[in-house]
């Protein structure tokens, strides 16, 4: 009578629980990285220009409105007549 080897049927039982290792893409893998490449900065930009829009581009535009409401050119012309500063017109004592 023969007796088996426990070493040998467990080594057995091994092989074929390991896993091969998948073979890398090669094909096409700059494309792909370009592409991928491509949809990140292009949405990137997308996101910084609504971010600028909405951050600085809109409260700028509020200030300036809000400044103009109240500014008087032809007030502001007296003013600056009076410190001289104009070489067209002397300044009115």
Not at 34 to 39: M, Q, S, T, V
Not at 58 to 69: I, N, T, V
């Given at each position: 009578m023969v007796?088996?080897?426990?070493?040998?049927?467990?080594?057995?039982?091994?092989s074929g629980?390991?896993?091969?290792?998948?073979?890398?893409?090669?094909?096409?893998?700059?494309?792909?990285?370009?592409?991928?490449?491509?949809?990140?900065?292009?949405?990137?930009?997308?996101?910084?220009?609504?971010?600028?829009?909405?951050?600085?581009?809109?409260?700028?535009?509020?200030?300036?409105?809000?400044?103009?409401?109240?500014?008087?050119?032809?007030?502001?012309?007296?003013?600056i007549k009076?410190?001289?500063?104009?070489?067209?017109?002397?300044?009115?004592?």
């Amino acid at each position: 009578m023969v007796l088996a080897n426990p070493l040998i049927s467990d080594l057995s039982k091994m092989s074929g629980a390991v896993a091969k290792t998948a073979k890398p893409v090669l094909r096409g893998l700059l494309q792909n990285q370009i592409k991928k490449n491509l949809i990140v900065g292009i949405s990137l930009c997308i996101a910084a220009g609504i971010l600028m829009k909405v951050g600085i581009n809109d409260p700028q535009k509020a200030r300036y409105a809000e400044f103009y409401k109240s500014y008087d050119i032809d007030k502001d012309f007296v003013r600056i007549k009076n410190l001289g500063l104009f070489e067209s017109c002397g300044a009115s004592d």
